[in-house]
Every structure is written in C-alpha cells, then in structure tokens.
C-alpha cells in the first residue's frame, strides 16, 4: 500500500472500528439490498463471487456467502478481522482490491458496496478493465460508486480522517462502457439519508 490517499482510507477504517457498522445501521433508505437483488436474481447457486470493500462482513455479505462462494477483499485490518467472525462462510483476503490481480474468468460476479468513493478517481479506468477481467464472459458486476465532482477530499469524516474522490455519473457510466468495455444493465442515481444528511450514489449493474 504506497498510495498515502490509500493509506488514509485504510487507517481511518482500522481506527473506526464497530462505529462504522454503528453508523450504517442508521441510513435510511438505503437501497442496497434491491440492488443486491438484481445481481442475484442473476446468479446460480454456488456462483463465484467477489466483493470488494467488504467492510465488516454486513448482512447482505452474509446472505451472498448463504448462496453463493464469496471472496471478500478489504483493506483494513480491523473491518476484515470482524468480517472474519461474522461470515465464517467466506474468504477474506486483506488487501488493497486495486492492485491484486485474480486469473482471467475466475468469477462470474463481482459486487462493490459504497467502497469505490474511495479510490483516487484516475485508478477506475484501469479498475475497471481489470474487474472486467477477472469475470467470466456475461459475468457480472454491481457497483455502488460515488456520484459528485471530487477529484480529491481529505478530512474529518465520523471521528477519523478520511480520503473520498469521484466523478459525475456521465463520467462513470462513460469509463465503465467504453474504456472497459462493459454493458450497463441498470444504471440509476439513489439519494437517501445518512445519519448527517442526504447521501447520492451512482448504482450500475454491468455485464462483461
Ligand atoms: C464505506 S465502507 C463500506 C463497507 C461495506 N461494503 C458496507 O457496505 O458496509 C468502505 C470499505 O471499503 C474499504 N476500502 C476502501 N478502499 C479500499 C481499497 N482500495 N482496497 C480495499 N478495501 C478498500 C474500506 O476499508 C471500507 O471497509
């Protein structure tokens, strides 16, 4: 982890500890679980999936890992060493998920939960084409990204620092078509509310 943007985003998640899923279990009108539902509505049973960012292991990692072969990914020690306990069905591996390579094809899904407003903007492209990748062909991949013009914000964020960067959604929906190559199923635009105010994030499923 050399990035010190990444590192930030991995320090602040280390030292949130439980008060992230604290503070998550009181947004209202979250969507996450509909949008879950559309990728595995999709899916066989004991379909591969990886889910990058997985945080603490939530209950929608829980149920993904009651169907499916989950792999979680997270950068933060303390978030990965909850999800650990609480989703003892799947695998989770430490690390920062824009730079391990899987093989070509090794999964037929790919999910993200609010963890990609985390990811200095000018590494999505790539991102992107490297998640694309590890798909098979028609695999999917759902994503919730962040939706507003930031190129870089450092601050105080729930008691820790925290690093966010964004584009718009035009700007998403272009690089996830056209410099990966992916086809957009369902691509919306949700506000709903965080504990401080309202929230707006960019919900895309996409196929390879
Ligand atoms: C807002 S939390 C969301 C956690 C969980 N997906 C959820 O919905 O509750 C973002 C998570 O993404 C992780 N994360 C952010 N950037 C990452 C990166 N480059 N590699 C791995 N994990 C990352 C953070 O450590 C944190 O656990």
């Known amino acids: 982890m050399n990035d010190p943007r990444t590192r930030i985003v991995a320090e602040g998640y280390d030292e949130m500890g439980e ?3 604290e503070w998550s279990g009181r947004i209202a009108g979250d969507p996450r679980r509909w949008w879950a539902e559309q990728l595995t509505s999709r899916l066989t ?10 945080g603490s292991g939530t209950s929608d990692t829980q149920l993904l890992a009651e169907r499916f072969r989950v ?8 978030q990965i060493g909850r999800a650990r306990s609480s989703v003892p069905d799947a695998v989770f591996v430490e690390a ?40 098979v062909p028609h695999g999917l991949f759902l994503v919730a990204l962040g939706a507003s013009e930031t190129e870089s914000w450092t601050g105080e964020w729930l008691g820790t620092t925290m ?11 272009r690089l996830l078509e056209e410099a990966a190559g992916f086809e957009l ?24």
Not at 45 to 54: F, K, P
Not at 71 to 78: A, H, L, N, P
Not at 163 to 173: L, V
Not at 185 to 208: I, M, N, S, Y
């Open 163 to 173: 690093f966010f960067s964004s584009f718009t959604p035009e700007t998403n929906s």
């Open 45 to 54: 049973d004991g379909a591969r999936l990886l889910e990058l960012g997985c």
């Open 185 to 208: 199923l369902l691509d919306e635009v949700v506000t709903f509310l965080e504990p401080e105010g309202e929230a707006t994030f960019q919900w895309v499923l996409a196929r390879r």
């Open 19 to 21: 008060h992230f899923a």
């Open 96 to 135: 920062d998920f824009s730079a391990p390579d899987f093989d070509p094809g090794t999964f037929e899904a790919v999910a993200a939960f609010y963890s990609f407003n985390h990811v200095p903007r000018e590494l999505l492209a790539g991102l992107f084409g490297r998640i694309r990748s590890w798909l």
């Open 71 to 78: 792999t979680g990914v997270d950068i933060s020690r303390e």
